[in-house]
Protein backbone atom coordinates (compact mmCIF):
# COMPACT_ATOMS: atom_id res chain seq x y z
CA UNK A 1 0.00 0.00 0.00
CA UNK A 2 1.27 3.52 -1.15
CA UNK A 3 0.77 6.11 1.12
CA UNK A 4 0.88 10.13 0.45
CA UNK A 5 2.34 12.32 2.79
CA UNK A 6 -0.54 14.78 4.31
CA UNK A 7 -0.46 18.93 3.54
CA UNK A 8 -0.74 20.85 6.12
CA UNK A 9 -3.77 22.80 6.36
CA UNK A 10 -3.65 26.60 5.73
CA UNK A 11 -4.03 27.13 9.89
CA UNK A 12 -0.69 25.61 10.67
CA UNK A 13 1.45 26.65 7.36
CA UNK A 14 3.79 29.72 8.13
CA UNK A 15 1.97 32.82 6.56
CA UNK A 16 4.39 34.44 3.36
CA UNK A 17 4.54 37.97 2.69
CA UNK A 18 5.38 39.59 -0.42
CA UNK A 19 7.64 42.16 -1.71
CA UNK A 20 7.99 43.98 -4.99
CA UNK A 21 10.89 45.10 -5.88
CA UNK A 22 13.61 46.34 -8.53
CA UNK A 23 16.44 46.70 -9.24
CA UNK A 24 18.93 48.95 -12.03
CA UNK A 25 22.36 47.81 -13.07
CA UNK A 26 24.48 48.65 -15.65
CA UNK A 27 24.86 45.26 -16.65
CA UNK A 28 22.42 42.56 -17.49
CA UNK A 29 21.26 40.35 -14.64
CA UNK A 30 19.30 36.98 -14.57
CA UNK A 31 17.47 35.41 -12.56
CA UNK A 32 20.42 33.12 -10.95
CA UNK A 33 22.21 36.67 -10.22
CA UNK A 34 19.10 37.96 -8.29
CA UNK A 35 19.44 35.36 -6.38
CA UNK A 36 22.56 34.88 -5.62
CA UNK A 37 23.14 38.73 -4.82
CA UNK A 38 19.78 38.38 -2.35
CA UNK A 39 21.26 35.10 -0.61
CA UNK A 40 25.38 37.03 -0.55
CA UNK A 41 23.52 39.99 1.01
CA UNK A 42 21.74 38.16 3.88
CA UNK A 43 24.42 35.43 4.85
CA UNK A 44 26.51 38.50 5.29
CA UNK A 45 24.28 40.45 7.39
CA UNK A 46 22.31 37.65 9.17
CA UNK A 47 24.40 34.44 8.70
CA UNK A 48 23.75 30.73 7.79
CA UNK A 49 20.95 30.27 10.84
CA UNK A 50 19.37 33.67 10.13
CA UNK A 51 18.80 33.18 6.24
CA UNK A 52 17.48 29.99 6.70
CA UNK A 53 14.84 31.72 8.76
CA UNK A 54 13.92 34.08 6.06
CA UNK A 55 12.83 31.15 3.24
CA UNK A 56 13.81 33.56 0.46
CA UNK A 57 12.28 32.77 -2.77
CA UNK A 58 12.39 34.71 -5.71
CA UNK A 59 8.53 34.57 -7.13
CA UNK A 60 8.89 36.03 -10.41
CA UNK A 61 10.87 38.58 -12.60
CA UNK A 62 10.49 41.28 -15.04
CA UNK A 63 12.71 42.81 -17.81
CA UNK A 64 11.67 46.83 -18.08
CA UNK A 65 12.38 48.60 -21.13
CA UNK A 66 14.83 51.88 -20.30
CA UNK A 67 15.32 54.63 -22.92
CA UNK A 68 18.97 54.69 -21.65
CA UNK A 69 21.39 51.57 -23.60
CA UNK A 70 23.44 51.50 -20.94
CA UNK A 71 20.49 50.84 -18.10
CA UNK A 72 19.01 47.30 -17.09
CA UNK A 73 16.08 47.55 -14.88
CA UNK A 74 14.12 44.52 -13.86
CA UNK A 75 11.52 44.22 -11.38
CA UNK A 76 10.16 41.02 -8.91
CA UNK A 77 8.72 39.64 -6.40
CA UNK A 78 10.38 38.03 -3.40
CA UNK A 79 8.41 35.56 -1.12
CA UNK A 80 9.57 35.45 2.69
CA UNK A 81 8.07 34.43 6.24
CA UNK A 82 5.89 37.05 7.62
CA UNK A 83 8.14 37.18 10.86
CA UNK A 84 11.02 37.70 9.23
CA UNK A 85 9.61 40.94 6.71
CA UNK A 86 11.52 43.46 8.61
CA UNK A 87 14.90 41.38 8.12
CA UNK A 88 14.50 41.00 4.48
CA UNK A 89 13.98 44.60 4.26
CA UNK A 90 16.74 45.41 6.18
CA UNK A 91 18.77 43.14 3.78
CA UNK A 92 18.13 44.85 0.02
CA UNK A 93 19.68 48.15 0.62
CA UNK A 94 23.42 46.55 1.38
CA UNK A 95 23.51 44.84 -2.11
CA UNK A 96 25.54 47.45 -3.68
CA UNK A 97 27.75 45.80 -6.69
CA UNK A 98 27.86 42.74 -9.03
CA UNK A 99 31.02 41.57 -9.98
CA UNK A 100 32.45 45.82 -9.59
CA UNK A 101 29.82 46.67 -10.73
CA UNK A 102 27.25 49.23 -9.32
CA UNK A 103 23.65 47.80 -8.44
CA UNK A 104 20.57 49.61 -7.10
CA UNK A 105 17.93 47.42 -5.17
CA UNK A 106 14.37 49.74 -4.41
CA UNK A 107 11.70 47.97 -2.49
CA UNK A 108 8.85 48.97 -4.10
CA UNK A 109 6.34 47.61 -1.91
CA UNK A 110 5.13 44.38 0.48
CA UNK A 111 1.79 42.48 -0.08
CA UNK A 112 -0.13 39.72 1.28
CA UNK A 113 -0.45 37.86 -2.02
CA UNK A 114 1.17 37.79 -5.22
CA UNK A 115 -1.95 38.90 -7.37
CA UNK A 116 -2.17 42.38 -5.01
CA UNK A 117 2.18 43.30 -5.40
CA UNK A 118 1.52 42.80 -9.03
CA UNK A 119 -1.29 44.83 -9.52
CA UNK A 120 -0.36 47.57 -7.12
CA UNK A 121 3.71 47.68 -7.28
CA UNK A 122 4.84 46.12 -10.54
CA UNK A 123 2.10 47.84 -12.55
CA UNK A 124 3.35 46.69 -15.97
Not at 43 to 63: H, M, P, Q, S
Request: aromatic share 8%.
Amino acid sequence: MIQKLKILPPTIRDKKRYIAFEVTSSVSLGRDDIISLMLDGSLYLYGACGTGNFELWIVKLWRCTTNDVQEHRMKGILRCRREEIDSVRAVIPTITNFRGKPVVFHTLGISGTIKSATKNFIKL
